[in-house]
């Protein structure tokens, strides 16, 4: 027997005593004094037992046995001494201790004493052998409870951003209402962002976690993400004639350097092999995505790539429903359209919108003699002069025929004067030819303003005043008609 037992006296006398009786017994008897660290000794040491003086230690023997329990320590602890009253004993006993054994028994009870306490202790080692493997189930169910949960989210969120996304058709604010769909709460990035493009305008959208980003990094970023794709598509994307858009709560663009681009992820947005965009992730300083996260990106980019492309054709064919197929400027559906947005914006902040509805004079003799080609021609010509002779403001569309129109967004009338003025010298002085043969084409102008009109009066009252005044400049031969 290689039991270790250790006794805490001052008493020499104990001391041969317990070595007497516990040393034949196959005991290996540690003995210390009251002047050592016991503290450190009862703890480094794996002791089957320990016997201490309770005539000597007292109160100490609590806070001893207090310090075994919570360090779980497999001792029992034995208290020996003079006669004690019962309910001293039995506060020994609930407070943790093995057995007391009076000083007058020592040499009878002490053996057996030793014994029922290794029992004891071997009792406890299985117990607290259990408690443990029990902890360990508990803590592997727990994780297991929280993967579940997590699990769930993800499943939660991927099924909310199917639903609401993965078929929607306005691409305009599609960052915000991604994370709407509850992307944050399975995914902390230190920035989200997304390069897409809806018909010819290239869009990069951020959405920020941290509170600032360094201007450096920002910008770096941004030319990373447009070389990314251009290694992946082989298109070049100017970042100066970007879109970009900033999403965050309380962004501000800093000197900081919170936001590094060492671990950044990029998940192309792809559908048949034909990449349309990018999804970049930066994970926050000391994190990295796990295989699960990044698993859960690449769903999520399939679902964003989805979307995008039928953002795409949809964007595709409502330019189609809206635009002439001869000239590439807007038809007269576009132009309606148009023009109800502009006249209510313009009534609603109060500002000035301006008309010009232009003809082409003669246009069925040119039709007549040199053919309709040549008419489709001379047309597509002046949608081109045109579009040359406008701001970048204005929205010029073929109204049917041989009739253009300008709409004039925060225009007066003399303006929109100067700019018929324009128009009709870049006429003018355009070569329009048909088979080498020059055509002559003039054209007819009238002007309208919502200045002139009054409350209740809407965009029809606005055509109807152009129309009128371009029919007024044709037969006056005046060129350009305005107010009369």
């Known amino acids: 027997m290689d039991d270790k037992i250790l006794v805490i006296s001052d008493q020499k006398k104990d001391w041969n005593l317990f070595e007497k009786i516990l040393g034949p017994k196959g005991f290996d008897v540690d003995i210390i004094s009251l002047s050592e660290e016991i503290e450190d000794i009862i703890l480094e040491n794996d002791f089957a037992a320990i016997l201490a003086d309770y005539d000597r230690i ?47 028994n020592l040499s009878k009870r002490t053996y057996k004493t030793v014994l029922g306490g290794m029992e004891n202790r071997k009792s406890f080692i299985e117990i607290l052998g259990m408690i443990n493997e029990l902890k360990e189930v508990n803590q592997n169910l727990e994780r297991e409870k929280e ?90 994307i100017l970042i100066k004639e970007t879109d970009f858009h900033l999403y965050s709560s309380s962004v501000k663009i800093s000197s900081s350097d919170s936001i590094s681009l060492s671990k950044q992820r990029v998940m192309p947005l792809t559908l048949a092999g034909n990449p349309l965009g990018l999804l970049v992730i930066l994970p926050k300083k000391g994190e990295e995505f796990d295989d699960g996260k990044l698993e859960l990106l690449s769903t999520i980019s399939n679902i964003l790539a989805l ?17 002439d197929g001869l000239t590439g400027i807007l038809n ?39 053919g309709h080609q040549a008419g489709d021609l001379v047309l597509k010509d002046l949608a081109e002069c045109l579009k040359n002779s406008v701001r970048q403001t204005d929205i010029l569309a073929r109204y049917g025929g041989d009739e253009f129109a300008i709409i004039l967004p925060d225009t007066e009338m003399k303006r929109s004067e100067m700019l018929s003025k324009r128009v009709l010298s870049a006429v003018e002085n355009h070569d329009f030819r048909w088979k080498s043969k020059k055509i002559n084409v003039k054209i007819s102008c009238g002007i309208s303003t919502t200045r002139e009109l009054h409350f209740q009066q809407n965009e029809k009252e606005l055509i109807s005043k152009a129309d009128a005044r371009l029919y007024m400049a044709k037969r006056s031969q005046d060129l350009i008609h305005s107010i009369a």
């Open 58 to 104: 007292e109160d100490r023997a609590c806070k001893w046995i207090r310090l075994l329990q919570k360090n779980s320590s497999k001792s029992c602890f034995i208290l020996y001494g003079e006669n004690k009253k019962a309910e001293e004993i039995s506060e020994i006993l609930q407070a943790g201790a093995y057995g007391f054994i009076s000083r007058s």
């Open 147 to 236: 993967d579940l949960r997590k699990k769930n989210q993800e499943f939660s969120f991927i099924n909310r951003l199917t639903t609401e996304v993965a078929y929607d058709m306005n691409w305009s604010m599609i960052l915000p209402r991604v994370l709407d769909t509850g992307l944050l709460n399975v995914i902390k990035p230190a920035l989200l962002g997304m390069l897409y493009r809806i018909g010819s305008r290239w869009n990069l959208a951020f959405h920020l976690s941290e509170n600032g980003i360094n201007k450096e990094i920002l910008e770096n970023l941004k030319q990373d993400i447009a070389d990314k794709f251009y290694s992946l598509s082989g298109e070049k």
């Open 307 to 323: 979307s995008l492309k039928n953002a795409q054709e949809y964007h595709r064919l409502k330019e189609l429903a809206v635009k």
């Open 332 to 370: 007269h559906k576009g132009f309606q359209d148009t023009i109800q947005k502009e006249f209510q914006r313009a009534k609603r902040y109060n500002r000035s919108l301006s008309l010009i509805m232009i003809d082409i004079d003669n246009f069925k003799v040119i039709n007549d003699s040199q």
